[in-house]
């Protein structure tokens, strides 16, 4: 009864300031059009508190569904979640089948979602099979009021090699010589051939867990991003940190190097 009577007045406070943070937004602070967001911290939450690895993907997952609601309640149009990096496939056996199993459950809820429209950013490659087969069943196309990239087999430096791969099959398939790719070569051709073109770079990234670090993620894209981190593992991470970061870059001076 103690602690449940010292819960609530915390609840109501952070109600309070989440509302204040809202009303903040609603005037005068410009809210990120394509927010990205490393999900990290999901094992050590899961020691912290006696549960198992599987255990703290599984609360990630849950967060993340829940982070996309607040994103859709400030209207941001798009979502880049940095979900299993080409790394984290060389994890042990045991631990890759569960983060299979549990993303693609993931992205089968995020799919059924309203609105949300899901594309796959990585190298679906080196994905395993059944995982690939899941994710792409699910992806889908057409209008929407906002769209969710699930970076999966993702690798920053790979996404470029892979980039200027495609720019140079695509321009040599065209009968275009060496030389001239070469000499026409520009930032706005690779930007076409990554796994985001079309898409507005991200605005804001967000990391979880205190770590002060990318990771490879969006290593192009993220050129001119603001970055808000966050010391809260990905599981308890808030709707208040969220509104925080928002605030946080809309109070900021952005020149793009200018």
Known sequence: MKEDSVARPVSLLYRLYERRLLRELDKSVPV?????????GNRRWAKEFGATTADGHRAGAEKIVEFLGWCDEIDVDIVTLYVLSK???ARSAEEVAVLIEIISDLVEKIAALK????????DLD?????LRARLEAVTSVGDCAMRVNVAVGYGGRQEIVNAV??????RTDDGTDLE???SELSPQQIGEHLYTKGQPDP?????????????GFLMWQSAYSEFYFCEA??????RTDFLRAVRDYGLRQRRFGK
């Open 87 to 89: 790394e984290n496939l």
């Open 32 to 40: 990120p059009r394509h927010v990205g967001v490393i999900t990290d």
């Open 203 to 215: 605005d804001l990234i967000i990391r979880s867990s205190g770590e002060q670090r990318l990771s």
């Open 126 to 130: 080196i994905l395993p099979p059944g």
């Open 165 to 170: 791969k495609s720019l140079l099959r695509t």
């Open 115 to 122: 609105g949300v429209r899901v594309q796959l950013v990585g």
């Open 233 to 238: 593992y990905w599981p308890d991470f808030r």
């Open 180 to 182: 001239t790719i070469i």
